[in-house]
């Protein structure tokens, strides 16, 4: 009898079982059908959830400031590059602001957080809504709001970092704090399959199955959203450069099936260097562009933020101004730059950001933990495929591209 089915299919089970996505599958599922079933049961499981996102939130204040003010002074480096180095940032932050701003307008248009109301009380239902604007104190929002002044902070000591002449050892120190940070935070995101199905059980139980409704609509507004960056924003980008969108997606398939089985840009990090340099990018932009590129220029990440944080707004019933649509705008393209390719880092750079904003229940979190990490995969192949075209597009205006015909 062949046993060689029996093994692959145990390999196979394995691999799926090593993976937190499985398990916060599960939790979902078991979410779903205890509220569902036994509503009163799960309700009264509302603590789990929020006790996860209290966790969370402890990581934000660390982690904006080590982040932003690492990336600020690592930009010395760039500084030694000139024009090559400049390009890039100014490339990065207009694409991630235009990826930012897409992402905000398709949620406005499709709203996916509108939910059927009728059935939720008055209390339920206006606890977050907001009467029309009388005017906006910048100095009041800025001095009750601890995430705006860490982010100043941060830039400020960031900038000010760059020109001391320690900043080789101050920056190390951080580097070796940062990566205590994040191995903490690794640690509690293996507690969000608990989040998972506190946050799921207790918006079943309350509000009924039909909640499931808006999730499925983000997910979806998600993947098409980025579907379209990339083809039509990244790929028109190439095309005005000479190049092929889908002929470099099919050079990069290795890669892109890599992020997809691991959720993260990094794994690909190596990889996508090497593939870029054979299809003829100058091995000092490689080298310049993709690694600055995994902290400043993560479209994927950019989009999921934008809309996740609107759709939040849109399941408390937040109206939202114009001038606090612009508000968003402007904190995510500082807390975005945060948002490293690291597990649970995209979760907190959003708990920041509703943290910043504050017209937004930061409680909303734990609705939409329930898919996020189903939302992972989109954004890590979006963000490599964004710093890949960034890397071909700056060495061809730079004449550092040797065209192999590869794409």
């Not at 959830?49 to 204040?61: A, D, Q, S």
């Not at 910048?138 to 902070?153: A, E, P």
């Not at 902290?295 to 114009?322: C, E, K, P, R």
């Not at 500082?334 to 509703?354: E, N, P, R, W």
């Amino acid at each position: 009898m062949n046993k060689q089915p029996t093994i692959a299919f145990k390999k196979r089970w394995k691999q799926i079982t090593s993976h937190l996505t499985f398990y916060v599958l599960i939790a979902i599922i078991a979410g779903i059908l205890l509220g569902n079933y036994y509503p009163a049961t799960a309700v009264k499981t509302e603590w789990i959830g929020k006790g996860f996102v209290e966790l969370i939130k402890l990581f934000i204040t660390p982690i904006i400031f080590l982040t932003i003010t690492l990336g600020i002074s690592g930009m010395g480096n760039l500084k030694k590059v000139g024009k090559i180095g400049l390009k890039s940032l100014i490339y990065f932050e207009v694409v991630t602001t235009v990826a930012l701003a897409i992402g905000i307008i398709v949620a406005l248009v499709i709203k996916p957080g509108e939910i059927d109301r009728t059935h939720l009380s008055i209390q339920d239902a206006s606890k977050y809504t907001k009467g029309p604007s009388t005017g906006f104190d910048w100095i009041q929002f800025f001095n009750s709001n601890l995430t705006l002044q860490v982010l100043l902070c941060s830039i400020l000591f960031g900038i000010a970092l760059s020109y001391s002449r320690q900043r080789i050892r101050v920056m190390e120190f951080l580097h070796k704090l940062s990566h205590y940070v994040f191995t903490g935070l690794k640690y509690v995101m293996y507690l969000a399959p608990f989040g998972a199905f506190g946050g799921m059980a207790f918006t079943i139980g309350k509000f009924g199955l039909h909640t499931l409704i808006p999730l499925a609509k983000l997910m979806a507004c998600v993947y098409l959203t980025m579907g379209l960056f990339v083809f039509i924003v990244l790929g028109g980008v190439m095309q005005y450069f000479g190049f092929s969108i889908i002929r470099y997606l099919k050079n990069i398939t290795e890669e892109l099936l890599l992020v997809l089985g691991t959720s993260s840009s990094e794994s690909a990090m190596p990889s996508i260097i090497k593939k870029l340099e054979q299809m003829g990018c100058g091995k000092s932009v490689v080298g310049l562009v993709i690694p600055t590129g995994y902290s400043f220029n993560l479209d994927g990440t950019s989009i999921y933020l934008s809309m996740a944080t609107i759709f939040i707004a849109q399941l408390y019933n937040v109206h939202l101004s114009l001038g606090e649509l612009l508000t968003i705008l402007l904190i995510l393209m500082l807390t975005s730059k945060g948002a490293a390719g690291v597990t649970g880092s995209g979760f907190i750079i959003l708990a920041s950001t509703l943290s910043a904003i504050h017209t937004i229940p930061v409680e909303g979190l734990a609705f939409v933990l329930g898919v996020d990490k189903f939302m992972s995969e989109a954004r890590a192949i979006t963000n490599l495929i964004g710093n890949g075209v960034a890397t071909i597009v700056i060495a061809k205006s730079e004449n550092e591209f040797c065209n192999k015909g590869q794409i």
